[in-house]
């Protein structure tokens, strides 16, 4: 059976981040992607122009019409931009209580453009994140999820993510470094049982970053839907993220801050001939 992936999220009109960059990582994971929309932007390289929420209710009929005919073994969301369209996004998916969410708390593009509303963050912090099997905040997302100042060495940033398990009831939470100072990216995958996997990768010297927190959660939903288990799913994603930023920042796409190359392997190997 072919494996299924969910992506609950924001369009990206430039196409790096966003549905377009989740599908785009289902698809170089060999996994089948299936999409809900929950906001169209006005979007490139070089910043957020426009955001268009789309109505909760029809956000809950998109849930249910692709849960009613595909097997989706793992969902993701990305931007929900209203808490109107959080409370829809999860109070529907209860009705599928099985199916693991790798949360990415968007809040804020790339660009530094706002792209969730500020009366959100509570439904964010207590309605959406219990509900995850996985959290994927950066450095100023954990910060701002904590009220807290930003976590400036490796200790704070564990402190941080076990604050952020166990206040808000999350099973996990993989802390991103990508903001951080050192000269490794280092992630924590920290679980509510108490354990703490680090990943330490060489940080890559590119602004061409755009869509990194969606291709990194994305994948990590791709790979939940294989049937892999979490810490499995998180390393693979880390080494795919690692490789499409170094991609992207080898052939720049628009005038901005230009997307990670989700679609390397593919172009490595080449269509059927």
Same mark, same amino acid.
């Given at each position: 059976m072919v494996p299924i992936a969910l992506t609950i999220a924001g369009s990206d009109s430039s196409g790096g981040a966003g549905i377009q960059a989740?599908?785009?990582?289902?698809?170089?994971?060999?996994?089948?992607?299936?999409?809900?929309?929950?906001?169209?932007?006005?979007?490139?390289?070089?910043?957020?122009?426009?955001?268009?929420p789309v109505e909760p209710s029809f956000v809950t009929e998109q849930i249910r019409s692709v849960m009613s005919d595909l097997e989706v073994g793992a969902a993701k969301t990305g931007m929900l931009a209203t808490a109107a369209v959080i409370n829809a996004v999860v109070t529907t998916l209860k009705e599928f209580p099985e199916i693991p969410l790798v949360v990415d708390p968007v809040m804020v593009a790339t660009s530094g453009d706002v792209l969730l509303q500020a009366d959100a963050i509570d439904a964010v912090r207590h309605v959406l994140l219990p509900r995850a099997r996985l959290v994927t905040p950066n450095l100023p997302e954990a910060a701002r999820l904590l009220d807290a100042t930003l976590a400036e060495t490796e200790a704070a940033v564990e402190e941080q993510g076990r604050e952020i398990c166990s206040r808000f009831g999350c099973k996990a939470v993989l802390m991103k470094g990508g903001h951080g100072t050192s000269v490794?990216?280092?992630?924590?995958?920290?679980?509510?049982?108490?354990?703490?996997?680090?990943?330490?990768?060489? $940080?890559?010297?590119?602004?061409?970053?755009? %869509?990194?927190?969606?291709? =990194?959660? &994305?994948?990590?939903?791709?790979?939940?839907?294989?049937?892999a288990d979490l810490e499995t799913a998180v390393?693979?994603?880390?080494?795919?993220?690692?490789?499409?930023?170094?991609?992207?920042? $080898?052939?720049?796409?628009?005038?901005?801050? %230009?997307?990670?190359?989700? =679609?390397? &392997?593919?172009?490595?190997?080449?269509?059927?001939?």
């Open positions: 989740d599908l785009k990582t289902f698809t170089a994971l060999g996994v089948y992607g299936a999409s809900v929309l929950t906001a169209l932007t006005a979007q490139n390289t070089q910043g957020v122009q426009g955001v268009l490794d990216a280092v992630d924590l995958l920290i679980e509510g049982s108490g354990k703490t996997l680090r990943l330490s990768t060489p $940080r890559i010297d590119t602004r061409h970053t755009h %869509g990194t927190g969606c291709t =990194l959660s &994305a994948a990590i939903a791709a790979l939940l839907a294989t049937g390393q693979r994603a880390k080494a795919f993220i690692q490789d499409a930023i170094e991609h992207g920042a $080898r052939n720049p796409i628009g005038k901005g801050n %230009g997307p990670v190359d989700h =679609l390397y &392997a593919i172009r490595r190997h080449g269509p059927p001939v």
